[in-house]
């Protein structure tokens, strides 16, 4: 995965199944003063390989599902260009994406909104399977009862509704119906956060053992770093609208160069656990590195974005140039890049959770 302008790279050197170039996405949006247009992603760069999962981390209203939605041609993007398994599907017209639909799904956070209300379990499974025709007619019910197996969800829910099911199940019905399919990318956009507490560390643990058997390909979008940092391989750290930073795991959480990846690993609830329902282990210590509200996109700064909550900006380069991406050299071996005029080739960066 790269970001920010870089070469395609990708964990086994093969051709990424996807690969997103220059995207940009807005919105047409009424002011006081007029209409205008809110930039919601801007020139976004990311690619990914053959069975990673790929984490897209920020805050709420950064543009990650705004992203995941164009990727899927659910938004049309303005600007940049989507090949999915190397076919350029940027433009391709509603009819001939039709058949490549199956090779990319997505789940979403509201398990129940997604699901059609009047169907039973076993007809929104179904659905995928017949219209694609995966298996034959007479096979549907048993490749039903295959994927319900392989959710952790019992054969005897079949027959009931959405609203019979808890909030758990219906995650489970949404990830059997993506996978009925066999997706080669599965878009994961908050995929738990609508749920209790109590069973996200379950669906996480489900997700991740799916992905051992299907072998899909996964952009994970989540605002919970601890969610990110147990499931993916790589994790692009998104604010307003742009990828600041990119790289392995083992890079951006062990050494992150870019001060809003910082702020955010210092801000978050260190519970000294890791992995999914680390935060419902309860807070340890909170350090508040991160000042201000995330700013409208309708008034998105100039030169670097991040600079007005930026506690090591130096001005006025910060204010008025928009820094480059730099990469650095991986300090655990991987892949690594940071969009901050304060970070250099080799690997020297401002920390602000020790200049704080
Ligand atoms: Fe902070 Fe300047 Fe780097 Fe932006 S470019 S993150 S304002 S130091």
């Given at each position: 995965?790269?970001?920010?302008?870089?070469?395609?790279?990708?964990?086994?050197?093969?051709?990424?199944?996807?690969?997103?170039?220059?995207?940009?996405?807005?919105?047409?949006?009424?002011?006081?003063?007029?209409?205008?247009?809110?930039?919601?992603?801007?020139?976004?760069?990311?690619?990914?390989?053959?069975?990673?999962?790929?984490?897209?981390?920020?805050?709420?209203?950064?543009?990650?599902?705004?992203?995941?939605?164009?990727?899927?041609?659910?938004?049309?993007?303005?600007?940049?260009?989507?090949?999915?398994?190397?076919?350029?599907?940027?433009?391709?017209?509603?009819?001939?994406?039709?058949?490549?639909?199956?090779?990319?799904?997505?789940?979403?956070?509201?398990?129940?909104?997604?699901?059609?209300?009047?169907?039973?379990?076993?007809?929104?499974?179904?659905?995928?399977l017949r219209t694609h025709r995966v298996v034959a007619r007479?096979?549907?019910?048993?490749?039903?009862?295959?994927?319900?197996?392989?959710?952790?969800?019992?054969?005897?829910?079949?027959?009931?509704?959405?609203?019979?099911?808890?909030?758990?199940?219906?995650?489970?019905?949404?990830?059997?119906?993506?996978?009925?399919?066999?997706?080669?990318?599965?878009?994961?956009?908050?995929?738990?956060?609508?749920?209790?507490?109590?069973?996200?560390?379950?669906?996480?643990?489900?997700?991740?053992?799916?992905?051992?058997?299907?072998?899909?390909?996964?952009?994970?979008?989540?605002?919970?770093?601890?969610?990110?940092?147990?499931?993916c391989d790589r994790v692009a750290v998104m604010y307003l609208g742009?990828?600041?930073?990119?790289?392995?795991?083992?890079?951006?959480?062990?050494?992150?160069?870019?001060?809003?990846?910082?702020?955010?690993?210092?801000?978050?609830?260190?519970?000294?656990?890791?992995?999914?329902?680390?935060?419902?282990?309860?807070?340890?210590?909170?350090?508040?590195?991160?000042?201000?509200?995330?700013?409208?996109?309708?008034?998105?700064?100039?030169?670097?974005?991040?600079?007005?909550?930026?506690?090591?900006?130096?001005?006025?380069?910060?204010?008025?140039?928009?820094?480059?991406?730099?990469?650095?050299?991986?300090?655990?071996?991987?892949?690594?890049?940071?969009?901050?005029?304060?970070?250099?080739?080799?690997?020297?960066?401002?920390?602000?959770?020790?200049?704080?």
């Amino acid at each position: 995965m790269t970001a920010g302008g870089g070469g395609i790279v990708t964990a086994d050197g093969g051709p990424p199944v996807l690969a997103v170039s220059g995207l940009g996405k807005g919105f047409r949006v009424s002011r006081s003063g007029g209409a205008g247009t809110v930039r919601a992603v801007v020139d976004v760069d990311l690619t990914i390989g053959h069975g990673e999962i790929v984490g897209l981390v920020g805050e709420s209203g950064c543009g990650k599902s705004t992203v995941g939605r164009c990727i899927l041609r659910l938004l049309e993007p303005d600007t940049g260009r989507i090949v999915l398994d190397g076919t350029d599907i940027t433009r391709m017209s509603r009819r001939r994406l039709r058949p490549l639909r199956p090779k990319m799904h997505m789940v979403f956070q509201d398990p129940y909104s997604s699901l059609n209300p009047r169907m039973t379990v076993g007809a929104i499974v179904g659905v995928p399977l017949r219209t694609h025709r995966v298996v034959a007619r007479d096979k549907i019910g048993g490749a039903v009862d295959g994927l319900l197996d392989r959710v952790g969800l019992a054969r005897q829910l079949r027959s009931r509704y959405p609203h019979e099911l808890s909030g758990g199940q219906r995650q489970r019905v949404a990830l059997a119906r993506s996978l009925a399919v066999r997706p080669s990318l599965l878009i994961a956009d908050e995929p738990t956060s609508a749920l209790d507490v109590s069973v996200q560390a379950a669906i996480l643990n489900q997700l991740a053992q799916l992905h051992g058997e299907f072998g899909f390909s996964c952009l994970l979008i989540s605002h919970d770093l601890a969610v990110v940092e147990y499931l993916c391989d790589r994790v692009a750290v998104m604010y307003l609208g742009s990828i600041v930073e990119t790289g392995t795991r083992e890079e951006v959480f062990g050494s992150p160069k870019h001060p809003y990846t910082q702020a955010l690993l210092a801000a978050r609830l260190d519970t000294g656990a890791a992995g999914p329902g680390a935060a419902a282990a309860g807070p340890v210590r909170r350090r508040a590195v991160l000042a201000g509200e995330l700013p409208s996109p309708r008034n998105m700064p100039a030169g670097c974005t991040f600079h007005p909550r930026c506690p090591v900006a130096e001005l006025p380069l910060c204010a008025d140039t928009v820094p480059p991406d730099v990469t650095v050299p991986g300090v655990h071996g991987g892949s690594h890049s940071a969009r901050c005029h304060l970070v250099h080739t080799d690997g020297r960066a401002p920390d602000i959770r020790v200049a704080g």
